[in-house]
Nanobody
Framework: QLWLVESGGGLVQPGRSLRLSCAVS????????IGWFRRAPGKEREGVSC????????KYADSVKGRLTISRDNAKNTVYLQMNSLTPEDTAVYYC????????????????????WGQGTQVTVSS
């Protein structure tokens, strides 16, 4: 059984920062690509960022480039999403997802092909 648990969300003022964590269990993190997605009220779920199983490839949505940084600590079985300069448009439920990627070590999709998902953590940016 694969488990992904997001944490670190909350209410924050515009311009401030948050760091989301995705703690995984039940699998070896370094064999999986991890993606972060978000769903804002009334909108479709969108890919925000991803990191390959090797850790050498990362991607970001245009709307978050320069403000968000994804990283992974395989020893802690955790993937992080550092979010800086937050705006109200970043308000959403954020999800992490895992895709087994043993042979495609640099593969990092921003699509919905991930097979396992967490329950999400709410991020609200408001003054």
């Amino acid at each position: 059984q694969l488990w992904l648990v997001e944490s670190g969300g909350g209410l924050v003022q515009p311009g401030r920062s948050l760091r989301l964590s995705c703690a995984v269990s039940g699998f070896t993190l370094n064999a999986y690509a991890i993606g972060w997605f978000r769903r804002a009220p009334g909108k479709e779920r969108e890919g925000v960022s991803c990191i390959s199983s090797s850790g050498d490839n990362t991607k970001y949505a245009d709307s978050v480039k320069g403000r968000l940084t994804i990283s992974r600590d395989n020893a802690k079985n955790t993937v992080y999403l550092q979010m800086n300069s937050l705006t109200p448009e970043d308000t959403a439920v954020y999800y992490c997802a895992a895709l087994r990627s043993i042979y495609r070590r640099s593969y990092c999709p921003m699509t919905n092909e991930y097979t396992d998902w967490g329950q999400g953590t709410q991020v609200t940016v408001s003054s």
